[in-house]
């Protein structure tokens, strides 16, 4: 079956830094990844859309400055959060879809937290 | 009105009965509808999708559509205690690929 990597699965940072997730997708080619966010018994929040070669797209009240998103190559995009800040401690989720008409393709998801 | 609604439960339904998931959505221009399930701290994975109108089983679940009334359920036959956690229904918004979640409904079975 279609595999997402995502890594780290748990970080820890301080205020003002920054963290790089990443996604991968091991075995297709991922032109469009999604990011997602869920704070503790909610429900998955589309942040963003990855687009391979342009510019992300990314949801209202989402701030592109904030969390930076690159999808260089086919497998692979990541997500930066800059400066990160205590309500940015969320788990965040990228995936992707195998094939058209096919339901996403999941990561195992990064915890995220900044103390 | 959210684009995906979901009674948030829980759910409690005893070892070996059918447990029940509804799910609304408003985008009359949506054209395929996911259940996925999601263990506590572990992320989403899909159990079925759907497409058209009707019924559409896949060993003990069952997914039904009804587009008319922009309706998902998901019924789970047989429901075993590895069954209880929360259930996503997402939906496929219209013209653009992007899955929209409801908030998920949490389904415990007690042995």
């Known amino acids: 079956g279609a595999v997402v990597s995502q890594h780290p699965s748990r970080v820890i940072c301080k205020s003002g830094t920054s963290v790089k997730i990443e996604c991968r997708s091991l075995d297709f080619q991922a032109t469009t990844m999604f990011w997602y966010r869920q704070f503790p018994k909610q429900s998955l929040m589309l942040m963003a859309t990855?687009?391979?070669?342009?510019?992300?797209?990314?949801e209202q009240g989402v701030e592109k400055d904030k969390f930076l998103i690159n999808h260089a190559s086919l497998t692979l995009s990541t997500l930066t959060v800059t400066s990160a800040h205590p309500e940015d401690s969320s788990f965040y989720i990228c995936?992707?879809?195998?094939?058209?008409?096919?339901?996403?393709?999941f990561g195992s998801g990064t915890r995220l937290t900044v103390v | 009105q959210k684009e995906v609604e979901q009674n948030s439960g829980p759910l409690s339904v005893p070892e070996g009965a059918i447990a029940s998931l509804n799910c609304t959505y408003s985008?009359?221009?949506?054209?395929?509808f996911f259940w996925y399930r999601q263990y506590s701290g572990k992320s989403p994975e899909l159990i079925m999708f759907?497409?058209?109108?009707g019924d559409k089983e896949d060993g003990r679940f069952t997914a039904q559509l009804n587009k008319a009334s922009q309706y998902v359920s998901l019924l789970i036959r047989d429901s075993q205690p590895s069954d209880s956690a929360t259930y996503l229904c997402?939906?496929?918004?219209?013209?653009?690929?992007?899955?929209?979640f409801g908030q998920g409904t949490t389904l415990q079975v007690k042995p």
């Open positions: 990855s687009n391979e070669g342009s510019k992300a797209t990314y």
């Open positions: 997402a939906v496929n918004r219209s013209n653009t690929g992007k899955l929209i």
């Open positions: 759907i497409y058209s109108n």
């Open positions: 995936s992707g879809i195998p094939r058209a008409n096919y339901g996403y393709t």
């Open positions: 985008d009359r221009g949506s054209q395929s």
